[in-house]
């Protein structure tokens, strides 16, 4: 739903999205998720565990994220030059708290671990030594807050690595969304995401939107557009996922049509204990 949700996300969605949504939805479920980026050869995997169910005052889910990519750095005549290398992981606990029907907050406390690194030939002539251009290792926080403002209409705000950690994966970010919802048919939401530290006395905005239909209480069908403000770069989303009592499983794809040529392709896999 390109990168939108932060008005209505829930589950796993939450956990990346805004902690305060674990209060939406009364569940159990299990997700694993892998998202492969084509041209930076990039490997995003994602494993979860989100109760709902079991407290009546608290909503809890324990994740892991793993990240490794190694893109190419290329001259301007499109010759190879170096090769950027990232690695890193995750691993939080997203926390939510109901204040009756209509307003619930959240908190994330994570670990994250993350380097990128270039290859550098030694002058030595004795090979290629990896130079670090950004690293962290830290924990950080997210908070979030969700508003049911009428029925099917909800509103969101984030506040992302809210420890500085000096690092452009980890910015200092406020996100808001809004979502509208007509029972399980039809999901809308919008959101804007603001990034106050990854350029130097600059705020920079990244716009998503997206829709989603369910059909015949099985089908979702789901398309977006995302405008990443940092890279200037706009893509498009499509995704189809099918949901019965026990199980649901979702593919996706997200184009770039702006700013550079990235594809990402991915899916998820939900099994819902209770």
Request: charged fraction near 20%; avoid cysteine.
């Amino acid at each position: 739903m390109g990168g939108s949700l932060r008005g209505a996300a829930t589950n796993a969605s939450a956990i990346f999205l805004n902690p305060a949504g674990l209060a939406l939805l009364q569940s159990y479920v299990v997700t694993a998720f892998y998202d492969f980026h084509v041209r930076d050869n990039g490997h995003v995997a994602h494993s979860s565990v989100v109760d709902s169910i079991a407290s009546k005052w608290i909503k809890a889910g324990l994740y892991y994220n793993l990240l490794i990519m190694r893109p190419d750095i290329y001259d301007r005549n499109q010759q190879k030059e170096l090769t950027l290398k990232q690695d890193g992981h995750e691993v939080g606990i997203a926390l939510a708290v109901p204040f009756g029907a209509h307003f619930a907050l959240g908190a994330t406390i994570k670990y994250q671990y993350y380097k990128a690194s270039i290859e550098v030939p030694d002058p030595d002539g004795e090979g290629n030594t990896d130079h670090t251009v950004d690293r962290i290792s830290n924990i950080g926080v997210d908070l979030g807050m969700v508003l049911k403002i009428v029925e099917g209409f909800t509103a969101g705000v984030t506040a992302m690595n809210v420890v500085p950690q000096k690092s452009i994966h980890a910015p200092i970010t406020m996100g808001m969304g809004l979502a509208y919802g007509y029972k399980t048919h039809f999901l809308a939401a919008f959101d804007v995401v603001l990034d106050f530290t990854s350029r130097d006395k600059k705020v920079v905005p990244s716009i998503y939107g997206g829709l989603e239909v369910f059909l015949g209480g099985k089908y979702a069908i789901r398309a977006g557009t995302q405008y990443e403000g940092l890279t200037e770069a706009v893509s498009v989303t499509g995704g189809f996922g099918y949901i019965n009592k026990k199980a649901g499983v979702d593919i996706f794809v997200a184009q770039q049509v702006d700013g550079g040529v990235e594809t990402r392709v991915g899916f998820a896999v939900k099994l819902f204990v209770r």
